[in-house]
């Protein structure tokens, strides 16, 4: 039994890392989308256009940041469970 568990850690560990992982790329790529629309938008003076693409970024920003965070935990789930085979 405490094998099945360790190597369900292993495998929870894992699919969060590959889900979270895919779901880091996705928010990465609208980051740089919407990072070009914050610079084309500083370049002109518009006050309110600049903001609303600020603001834009840094809501993907704030997600790139949490999926990438959500990957090392669950990749710290997965170790803990390949640490814990090692240990039977």
Known sequence: ???????????CGLAGVVLSSGFAVTDYLALMGAYGQFEHAAS??????ITIAA?????????????????????IVAAIGVHGMGRE
């Not at 039994?1 to 495998?11: C, D, E, G, N, P």
């Not at 809501?59 to 790139?64: A, G, H, P, S, T």
């Open 1 to 11: 039994m405490r094998k099945f568990l360790l190597v369900i850690a292993i495998i």
């Open 44 to 49: 002109g003076h518009d006050l309110a256009a």
């Open 55 to 75: 603001a834009r970024q840094n809501v993907f920003r704030l997600n790139v940041f949490a999926e990438g965070v959500w990957a090392l935990l669950s990749a």
